[in-house]
């Protein structure tokens, strides 16, 4: 898709209290060794804006962001919107879920999902009889 | 008016038609509601004496974005850094925008470049151009006689 933020097709089941537009943001996810790290693009969110569930094997990362408003200005030109976002993964279970991290850095959201131990390449060895 | 170099999506075989598309939205539809196709999206707000520029560019430190104004034009520019390369890593998607991106806007009024403030939050840079003195409406006093 194009640079343009996408809206929600339907955030979530539950109709929301906010009346706030929803987005989807953009991310990367790549696996690594060890973790499989996911990043996604969501400026005006900050650490305290920005909320991560675990729940069921879905991982749902939400940010809120406050609308932009500058007294005694008119928007003469826009092309995107300020709204909330929110997007849901479904996990597997080599996963370790307790060791999930993330951090917030210039509105760009980076969580790692390490595996699990037993999801790890383990060598079985093969014994002569 | 506005234009952008060398700005790469992920992979979206789509772009060309995209882009064309959009191109057929905006000849007909005359309003100023832009999509955003290029790098950054960007906000216009104007008051007689200022304008402010928001922008959205995650992922960038304050140093890595270049602002310049000449006249009553602004340019930012910058590189999103691309994805790590590193080995033993596979992609599941990339979706995110990266590389060398440059955008010119015309401002409704000629700026005071001395005076342009910009501050970079959470991935929002907003950017505070104060009108040019010589270019602000001058007020004629009307004299009774």
Redesign the interface.
């Given at each position: 898709?194009?640079?343009?933020?996408q809206q929600a097709q339907s955030p979530v089941e539950a109709e929301r209290t906010r009346n706030r537009r929803v987005f989807v943001p953009?991310?990367?996810?790549?696996?690594?060794?060890d973790t499989?790290v996911l990043?996604?693009?969501?400026?005006?969110?900050?650490e305290k804006s920005v909320n991560i569930t675990l729940e069921k094997d879905v991982l749902t990362i939400t940010g809120t962001v406050e609308p932009?408003q500058?007294e005694?200005?008119?928007?003469?030109?826009?092309?995107?919107d300020v709204g909330d976002y929110q997007r849901a993964f479904s996990i597997s279970d080599d996963v370790d879920k307790d060791k999930i991290k993330a951090t917030?850095k210039?509105?760009?959201l980076r969580l790692t999902l390490p595996k699990a131990e037993p999801a790890k390449a383990r060598k079985i060895p093969v014994r002569a009889e | 008016m506005l234009w952008t170099e060398e700005y790469r999506r992920g992979s979206d075989p789509f772009r060309e038609i995209q882009h064309l598309r959009r191109e057929m939205d905006r000849l007909f539809s005359g309003v100023t509601r832009f999509r955003a196709s290029d790098f950054p999206p960007i906000n216009i707000w104007t008051s007689g004496d200022d304008a402010i520029v928001t922008t959205e560019v995650p992922g960038l430190s304050p140093e890595e974005i270049n602002i310049s104004v000449v006249g009553d034009t602004l340019t930012l520019s910058g590189v999103r850094p691309g994805q790590e390369q590193e080995e033993d890593k596979t992609y599941h998607r990339r979706e995110r925008g990266y590389g060398k991106f440059s955008r010119t806007v015309q401002l409704p009024f000629k700026v005071e470049a001395e005076k342009v403030d910009a501050k970079y939050n959470d991935g929002v840079l907003r950017i505070t151009l104060p009108r040019a003195e010589e270019d602000k409406p001058k007020k004629i006093l009307i004299k009774a006689e």
């Open positions: 898709m194009a640079m343009e933020k953009p991310v990367d996810i790549f696996e690594a060794k499989t990043i996604a693009d969501m400026p005006g969110v900050c932009e500058h005694g200005y008119s928007c003469v030109y826009s092309e995107y917030v210039n509105g760009v | -």
